[in-house]
């Protein structure tokens, strides 16, 4: 039986030689394995060693040096609260001792102290009570148009002393009423007598007479809703304190007074004023017969008063030059000194104009009309009068006085 014969591979057929060196490279590729897998245990147990140094404990010395230091810091903390308890507790005690060393205080003091305070409040308002009214603290601060007067000033004009109207009597007046003897009555719009006042508002003689027929007025009845103003700041004494009757009333049971203020104190642009009032044509008639030759010199002079048609009084009593400087409060306050000389001309004014109303309301009242020096200027009244019958005056008294035209 013939054998078969097979080939071998080529790995068969390799010689020993080439054996041995496959061998070799075998062995020499475990053992660079084997050296790479040392070299992994090595590292990672170093870092497994490292992490175990970070995780370890502190060891027993160490935890006792901070437990010592934690117990140092808390002493300290005790020692500091307890310094500051002890600090309190002497303030306190100290405190305590020194109240209880102070002696008790009397009640006489507190009595005296009490009285003190009161008197102190009580000086305190009373000088406060006496300080001017808050108008214009000079005169020569003008007023356009008006303003509401001030309690206090309007209470002195018209509450003027029965002893200071006597002390005055006459006073300096250079101006005086006339006597017009032969007229016809001047009843006003209640039957009454009638004060007729005419005049304008940037007049300064006006300005002054208005002073004096507040202090006579305000005799015989009541004012209401009285203004200040003053005289035109650009005319002869400039910007006088004054009221204005615009706007206000009067009531009386004796009296009826009626005014007429023509123009306000601020200019027209025109060389003129403002007008404010117009005159009915009864009072325009009055104007036009009374306010012109023969009773005065000067057609349609301001201010301008017919009391009752038996008195008449045409220019102011007295300069307002006395009232230059002065302000609503100094005037209504010098008005309590009969001795000065806003008093002499406002006061003695007044006294005249009472008189002249007196002998229109058949002396009443009485009151007024029979209390010096009342009686004794009525005797005078009558001896001023005009000769109608000539343009010349008679003993009239009126001194030289600049008056005002009126504007038409």
Do not use: H
């Given at each position: 039986m013939a054998k078969?014969?097979?080939?071998?591979?080529?790995?068969?057929?390799?010689?020993?030689?080439?054996?041995?060196?496959?061998?070799?490279?075998?062995?020499?590729?475990?053992q660079v394995t084997a050296a790479r897998k040392a070299a992994g245990q090595q590292s990672a147990t170093k870092q497994g060693t490292s992490a175990q140094k970070t995780q370890t404990p502190p060891s027993g010395a160490q935890k006792t040096s901070a437990a010592q230091r934690r117990e140092a810091v808390r002493s300290q903390q005790v020692a500091s609260a307890e310094r500051n308890r002890a600090?309190?507790?002497?303030?306190?005690?100290?405190?305590?001792?020194?109240?209880?060393?102070?002696?008790?205080?009397?009640p006489i003091i507190w009595v005296a102290v009490a009285l003190l305070v009161i008197a102190a409040v009580v000086a305190i308002f009373f000088y406060l009570s006496k300080q001017p009214a808050s108008t214009s603290s000079s005169s020569s601060i003008a007023i356009n148009g008006r303003k509401p007067a001030?309690?206090?000033?309007?209470?002195?004009?018209?509450?003027?002393?029965?002893?200071?109207?006597?002390?005055?009597?006459?006073?300096?007046?250079?101006?005086?009423?006339?006597?017009?003897?032969?007229?016809?009555?001047?009843?006003?719009?209640?039957?009454?007598?009638?004060?007729?006042?005419?005049?304008?508002?940037?007049?300064?003689?006006?300005?002054a007479q208005r002073?004096?027929?507040?202090?006579?007025?305000?005799?015989?009845?009541?004012?209401?809703?009285?203004?200040?103003?003053?005289?035109?700041?650009?005319?002869?004494?400039?910007?006088?304190?004054?009221?204005?009757?615009?706007?206000?009333?009067?009531?009386?049971?004796?009296?009826d007074f009626v005014s007429v203020e023509t123009t306000t104190?601020?200019?027209?642009?025109?060389?003129?004023?403002?007008?404010?009032?117009?005159p009915t044509a009864d009072e325009q008639q009055i104007v036009n017969k009374y306010d012109a030759p023969p009773y005065t010199d000067q057609t349609g002079s301001i201010p301008f008063t017919d009391i009752g048609n038996q008195y008449l009084m045409?220019?102011?009593?007295?300069?307002?030059?006395?009232?230059e400087g002065k302000n609503w409060q100094q005037i209504a306050s010098a008005l309590s000194d009969s001795s000065s000389p806003i008093a002499q001309g406002v006061i003695g004014t007044a006294n005249?104009?009472?008189?002249?109303?007196?002998?229109?309301?058949?002396?009443?009242?009485?009151?007024?009309?029979?209390?010096?020096p009342i009686p004794a200027i009525e005797q005078t009244l009558n001896k001023t009068s005009f000769n109608t019958g000539s343009p010349q005056l008679a003993t009239t008294g009126i001194a030289s006085v600049a008056y005002i035209k009126r504007q038409d």
């Open positions: 078969s014969k097979r080939k071998s591979s080529p790995a068969q057929r390799a010689t020993p030689a080439t054996t041995q060196k496959a061998a070799g490279q075998q062995s020499a590729t475990r600090k309190t507790r002497t303030g306190q005690s100290q405190s305590r001792g020194r109240k209880q060393a102070s002696p008790p205080v009397s001030p309690a206090q000033v309007v209470n002195q004009v018209t509450n003027v002393s029965p002893s200071v109207l006597q002390a005055v009597d006459i006073g300096n007046v250079t101006t005086k009423p006339i006597y017009i003897p032969g007229q016809p009555a001047l009843n006003g719009p209640n039957g009454k007598p009638e004060f007729f006042y005419f005049g304008a508002e940037y007049c300064p003689y006006c300005a002073w004096s027929m507040l202090v006579a007025l305000s005799r015989f009845g009541t004012f209401k809703n009285l203004s200040i103003t003053t005289s035109s700041a650009s005319d002869v004494y400039a910007s006088t304190p004054t009221f204005s009757f615009y706007g206000s009333s009067y009531s009386s049971s004796y009296i104190n601020q200019p027209d642009g025109n060389g003129g004023y403002v007008t404010l009032e117009t045409i220019g102011p009593g007295f300069s307002p030059q006395v009232l005249y104009l009472t008189a002249a109303i007196c002998m229109t309301t058949n002396q009443k009242p009485a009151s007024v009309c029979q209390a010096a």
